[in-house]
């Protein structure tokens, strides 16, 4: 099945915090930056790839507490990366990023209430399936890929190093971690909970790590050539904060190249493996294909 990013945040939404109370001030920021629009691909790919092995892909009561953890992950880092201590950049989504309308304060105190509100959501499938060693996985991996050996590592060597040039080996490192970790978190925990075994979770991972290069990569380009008004968020940001990225030492060119690369080498991956539903699997391909022809 192919889902809209509307399905998807139909999926999601229910998870977010009321707005009410003493704290409802850093509520309100968290569900601004998280309602702001974006692909949902994170979520979208997750629930793809659970539906590939489950046995009712219609039931989400483990998947969507997942789905939604994965995606407030995602928006805190992007909170915090648009901070005036990182990026300083005051728009994302096309609309004011949330230090620029909350206040700098307020903004890290939202990115810091969705990653634990991540993990406080993500918790609530240990009542519902107690004892499952599918959610003790997912949920060790939720934990892990976004901290210092996932994504806080990649995002530390890109801020250590900006205004230096770098080797190869560190803009991998930079690339596999800063963004690639979350999609692979993503794609495995879909995979694991869908019931896969570990060899097959293995084969999502690697697909999904070169779904993250990809993915990058194409950020990449999109930050030379894109347009503000189709990107919903300010080019050539990382010539302003001094980044080098594949797209600055290789050129447009190869960069657009590899792109592709990546994109085949993840869905030859993906179309090797054993399946319970085709549908999903032809979704997920095409999903990722999209990765390469994407303007934002």
Same mark, same amino acid.
């Given at each position: 099945?192919?889902?809209?990013?509307?399905?998807?945040?139909?999926?999601?939404?229910?998870?977010?915090?009321?707005?009410?109370?003493?704290?409802?001030?850093?509520?309100?920021?968290? @569900?601004?930056?998280?309602?702001?629009?974006?692909?949902?691909?994170?979520?979208?790919?997750?629930?793809?790839?659970?539906?590939?092995?489950?046995?009712?892909?219609?039931?989400?009561?483990?998947?969507?507490?997942?789905?939604?953890?994965?995606?407030?992950?995602?928006?805190?880092?992007?909170?915090?990366?648009?901070?005036?201590?990182?990026?300083?950049?005051?728009?994302?989504?096309?609309?004011?990023?949330?230090?620029?309308?909350?206040?700098? *304060?307020?903004?890290?105190?939202? /990115?810091?209430?969705?990653?634990?509100?991540?993990?406080?959501?993500?918790?609530?499938?240990?009542?519902?399936?107690? /004892?499952?060693?599918?959610?003790?996985?997912?949920?060790?991996?939720?934990? $892990?890929?976004?901290?210092?050996?996932?994504?806080?590592? /990649?995002? +530390?060597?890109?801020?250590?190093?900006?205004?230096?040039?770098?080797?190869?080996?560190?803009?991998?490192? &930079?690339?596999?971690?800063? +963004? !690639?970790?979350?999609?692979?978190?993503?794609?495995?925990?879909?995979?694991?909970?869908?019931?896969?075994? *570990? $060899? +097959?979770?293995?084969?999502?991972?690697?697909?999904?790590?070169?779904?993250?290069?990809?993915?990058?990569?194409?950020?990449?380009?999109?930050?030379?050539?894109?347009?503000?008004?189709?990107?919903?968020?300010?080019?050539?940001?990382?010539?302003?904060?001094?980044?080098?990225?594949?797209?600055? &030492?290789? /050129?447009?060119?190869?960069?657009?190249?590899?792109?592709? @690369?990546?994109? *085949?080498? !993840?869905?030859?991956?993906?179309?090797?493996?054993?399946?319970? @539903?085709?549908?999903?699997?032809?979704?997920?391909?095409?999903?990722?294909?999209?990765?390469?022809?994407? *303007?934002?």
């Amino acid at each position: 099945m192919k889902y809209s990013t509307e399905d998807i945040e139909q999926i999601i939404y229910p998870y977010l915090p009321s707005e009410e109370g003493y704290a409802k001030d850093v509520i309100v920021a968290m @569900n601004y930056a998280f309602r702001a629009g974006g692909k949902r691909l994170r979520p979208m790919m997750m629930k793809l790839c659970y539906d590939l092995f489950a046995e009712n892909k219609d039931d989400v009561s483990l998947i969507g507490p997942f789905m939604a953890a994965i995606e407030m992950i995602h928006t805190y880092s992007l909170i915090h990366d648009d901070l005036p201590a990182l990026d300083n950049d005051v728009l994302r989504r096309g609309l004011p990023t949330v230090h620029v309308k909350f206040g700098e *304060d307020i903004a890290i105190l939202a /990115g810091d209430g969705l990653l634990n509100y991540a993990y406080e959501t993500a918790a609530k499938t240990f009542m519902v399936s107690p /004892g499952d060693v599918r959610v003790e996985k997912a949920f060790s991996l939720l934990t $892990a890929k976004p901290g210092i050996y996932g994504m806080i590592g /990649g995002q +530390t060597l890109d801020v250590v190093m900006s205004g230096s040039k770098i080797d190869d080996n560190q803009l991998e490192y &930079i690339y596999l971690n800063k +963004t !690639a970790a979350l999609i692979e978190c993503s794609m495995m925990i879909g995979a694991i909970l869908g019931g896969a075994d *570990d $060899a +097959t979770v293995e084969n999502i991972g690697q697909a999904a790590k070169a779904v993250g290069m990809a993915f990058q990569v194409q950020d990449d380009v999109l930050d030379i050539l894109g347009d503000e008004a189709t990107l919903g968020k300010p080019v050539l940001s990382d010539e302003k904060n001094d980044k080098y990225t594949y797209a600055t &030492i290789y /050129g447009i060119d190869k960069a657009k190249t590899y792109v592709n @690369n990546m994109s *085949d080498k !993840a869905n030859n991956i993906i179309n090797e493996i054993s399946s319970k @539903n085709k549908e999903s699997k032809e979704a997920l391909v095409s999903l990722i294909k999209t990765l390469i022809d994407r *303007d934002r």
